[in-house]
């Protein structure tokens, strides 16, 4: 069965800091790869995604992430990140054929503080 | 252009009362998603439905719960009898199943079971 990790539970940074989470999955096959940031008391936004092509995607916010194959990664990066960013991160994995239900991670929680 | 719907948004009820979940996808999209958000288990797929059809339902805890999708654009989850461990946050997400797909999902419904 597919895993999702994010090895980050709790993050707090300054605004302007540059932000990395990481997001690590166990299966060998072809993947489909997503970012969702949830805001506080908001439903799941779908900030990237990765289905083929050039590994490193944009996303809205000025978000960006990179699948790196042989290390079964895709993580999110952003270089200075704002008070708005405040929220909670979720990578998600979904198997490219087969099952089609997403596999979440734990979540990352981003304090962005002013 | 309206996302996934879901109502209630909020429900607090007491143990052994029954509880229905609604929810409209979006128009055109012809696969539906429950997904439950607890604190202890993160976020996990219930059940999923493609052109209204229950596709997988191993993720549904026990008979208690069950699921409709008697036409494309309304589902409901109905829990029955409730109890307190079925307190979380339910997501519905809808998506269109032509290759890669990306699941948008709705604003979920904070459940409460006192």
């Known amino acids: 069965a597919q895993s999702v990790s994010q090895h980050n539970h709790h993050v707090i940074l300054s605004e302007a800091a540059s932000l990395e989470l990481g997001c690590n999955y166990s299966?060998?096959?072809?993947?489909?790869l997503f970012w969702y940031v949830q805001y506080p008391g908001q439903h799941l936004q779908l900030l990237l995604k990765?289905?083929?092509?050039?590994?490193l995607v944009k996303g809205i916010k000025g978000f960006e992430a990179e699948f790196i194959k042989s290390k079964f990664s895709f993580n999110l990066r952003k270089p200075s990140v704002q008070w708005s960013d405040t929220a909670e991160y979720f990578c998600?994995?979904?198997?490219?054929?087969?099952?089609?239900?997403?596999?979440f991670g734990s979540g990352t929680r981003l304090q962005v503080q002013p | 252009d309206a996302g996934v719907i879901q109502s209630p948004r909020h429900e607090v009820t007491e143990m052994g009362q029954e509880v229905t979940l609604r929810c409209k996808p979006i128009?055109?999209?012809?696969?539906l998603f429950w997904y439950r958000q607890t604190m202890m288990r993160g976020l996990e797929l219930l059940i999923y439905?493609?052109?209204?059809?229950?596709?997988?339902d191993s993720g549904m805890p026990e008979d208690r719960f069950s699921a409709k999708m008697p036409n494309a654009s309304f589902s409901t989850l109905k829990i029955q009898p409730s109890e307190p461990r079925d307190s979380a946050v339910y997501f519905c997400?809808?998506?269109?199943?032509?290759?890669?797909?990306?699941?948008?999902f709705g604003p979920g419904t904070r459940l409460l079971v006192l």
């Open positions: 997400a809808s998506s269109f199943l032509q290759g890669p797909e990306t699941q948008y």
């Open positions: 299966y060998g096959g072809t993947v489909n």
């Open positions: 990765y289905f083929s092509g050039d590994p």
């Open positions: 998600a994995v979904n198997a490219g054929t087969g099952r089609r239900a997403l596999t």
């Open positions: 128009s055109g999209h012809n696969s």
């Open positions: 439905f493609n052109n209204n059809v229950p596709i997988d």
